[in-house]
């Protein structure tokens, strides 16, 4: 029920602490898991301004969460997916990526608050289990942060 009022709450956040740009970019919902915040990028609207930056959009998104969650006492988990990159090449950097960028989230959630002995799991999941059916969709490139049920 707690996860329930907080999902309202993300739905419901038309007020000026959420900017437009950052709501299009968000959806939740409800798993045996827990509640499944995933901020995802849009064709033109990347979540990072490079490798290890977050859009201004995303840090004060992050500010938001780290408020919200104060208000319960879950474990926090956060995942990060990439899109395939379009060509084989010597090196496979989806892998780091997606773990550093977990980290990155990770890291602007406990800069606004949020107790680092609150997070269960970090994890960077390359370019496995794609949000669309074509791998190189920039709607694969995204960050799950997960309010877990209790007991988790």
Same mark, same amino acid.
């Given at each position: /029920?707690?996860?329930?009022?907080?999902?309202?709450?993300?739905? !419901?956040?038309?007020?000026?602490?959420?900017? *437009?740009?950052?709501?299009?970019?968000?959806?939740?919902?409800?798993?045996?898991? !827990?509640? =499944?915040?995933?901020?995802?990028?849009?064709?033109?609207? +990347?979540?990072?301004?490079?490798?290890?930056?977050?859009?201004?959009?995303?840090?004060?998104?992050?500010?938001?969460?780290?408020?919200?969650?104060?208000?319960?006492?879950?474990?926090?988990?956060?995942?990060?997916? =990439?899109?395939?990159?379009?060509?084989?090449? /010597?090196?496979?950097?989806?892998?780091?990526?997606?773990?550093?960028?977990? #980290?990155?989230?990770?890291?602007?959630?406990?800069? /606004? !608050?949020? *107790?680092?002995?609150?997070?269960?799991?970090?994890?960077? #999941?390359?370019?496995?289990? +794609?949000?669309?059916?074509?791998?190189? /969709? =920039?709607?694969?490139?995204?960050?799950?942060?997960?309010?877990?049920?209790? !007991?988790?």
């Amino acid at each position: /029920a707690v996860l329930e009022e907080i999902e309202d709450s993300l739905q !419901g956040m038309g007020d000026s602490r959420i900017s *437009d740009q950052a709501l299009e970019h968000v959806q939740t919902r409800l798993t045996d898991q !827990g509640l =499944v915040i995933e901020i995802f990028a849009r064709p033109g609207a +990347p979540l990072f301004t490079d490798e290890d930056t977050l859009q201004p959009w995303l840090v004060a998104f992050s500010r938001v969460m780290a408020e919200l969650f104060d208000t319960v006492t879950n474990s926090v988990a956060i995942g990060a997916y =990439v899109r395939s990159e379009p060509i084989v090449i /010597a090196r496979e950097t989806i892998w780091d990526r997606s773990t550093a960028q977990a #980290h990155i989230l990770r890291q602007q959630l406990q800069e /606004a !608050g949020l *107790d680092t002995q609150r997070f269960r799991r970090v994890t960077g #999941h390359a370019d496995r289990s +794609p949000a669309t059916s074509d791998p190189m /969709a =920039v709607r694969n490139d995204r960050l799950e942060i997960v309010l877990l049920r209790t !007991g988790q």
